[in-house]
């Protein structure tokens, strides 16, 4: 699909888009904290969305981060220096309220009002999806300067922790997010766009603007990523699999100017088209793995 079909697709149809934005491209490194040149930009980008008259769920990373930063490296230390296992949870606990104010502070300018839903697996499976649905959908009827911010709740219990664990990142959130609400788009931004290398060990990598399962390219993708569990592979895998549900995927660098704007008009970034008619369960599974092995994407 050419960048020009891309623009055409876009225009008059991201009514919905889901923004995910991780750990690595969201916090400031010096800091611990979330870097307002990040997260001022983004909350202008979405602002300017809704005010178009898109329904914007924004998926976020960075609390745990955000609770070692506040509390500072003095907390006590299990055996041999390695953390507890509730450590995470409670360092969570602690960054939920620093993240939620920092997006309280700059949805502020633009007059909306971030909403911050802590969800479990639970929460966006079975039953309960049809609750959290609704809830999501009263929102943008309601509460129309509202923006639903969400994040897995990671200041739970260790069973939940670990069930937690099996998700990449909030890069799977963010693909049952987007499932949920039936979005148009997924729009993940990263610290760097998507190479057919990893740019931090390949000086040769060169991006890749467009995957399409009828041509994949061969990549060489990397594990995890430094701040979070997820990594590109992952990202990959959520985007390959949105695209046999009819939803497009876009991987883009999150200090880019209008990053959210230019990559959904294929301007920027990697965009993953949507199959042209949504796949079955089964058929879906099955394409997933068969691109996941086109690209090459391991996480060894």
């Not at 060990?201 to 399962?213: F, G, K, N, S």
Request: aromatic share 6%.
């Amino acid at each position: 699909m050419s960048t020009l079909e891309l623009k055409k697709a876009a225009q008059g149809v991201a009514k919905k888009i889901v923004v995910k934005i991780g750990s690595e491209a969201l916090i400031d490194r010096a800091s611990g904290l979330p870097d307002p040149g990040v997260m001022n930009p983004l909350a202008e980008e979405i602002a300017t969305l809704k005010r178009d008259g898109h329904d914007v769920w924004l998926v976020t990373s960075g609390a745990t981060r955000s609770g070692e930063a506040v509390y500072g490296a003095e907390y006590k230390k299990g055996e041999h220096g390695r953390p507890q296992r509730y450590t995470k949870s409670i360092l969570a606990a602690m960054g939920n309220p620093v993240l939620a104010a920092s997006y309280a502070e700059a949805f502020k300018p633009y007059g909306l009002v971030p909403a911050l839903f802590l969800l479990t697996k639970e929460d966006i499976t079975g039953r309960a999806r049809r609750d959290l649905r609704g809830m999501f959908r009263g929102m943008h009827r309601d509460f129309p300067r509202g923006v639903a911010v969400i994040n897995a709740n990671d200041s739970t219990t260790n069973d939940e922790m670990r069930r937690l664990s099996q998700m990449a990142d909030n890069d799977d959130l963010a693909r049952r997010i987007a499932g949920l609400v039936r979005a148009h788009h997924l729009v993940i931004l990263t610290k760097n766009n998507l190479c057919d290398k990893d740019p931090n060990h390949h000086v040769d990598a060169e991006p890749v603007r467009v995957i399409d399962w009828r041509n994949p390219p061969r990549l060489d993708l990397d594990g995890k990523s430094g701040a979070g569990t997820g990594g590109m592979a992952s990202k990959v895998g959520v985007m390959l699999e949105l695209a046999a549900q009819g939803i497009c995927g876009h991987i883009a660098c999150s200090r880019e100017e209008g990053v959210i704007r230019r990559a959904l008009n294929g301007e920027t970034g990697t965009s993953f088209p949507a199959y042209p008619q949504p796949a079955s369960w089964m058929m879906r599974r099955f394409l997933t793995a068969a691109r996941m092995w086109a690209v090459g994407a391991t996480t060894g």
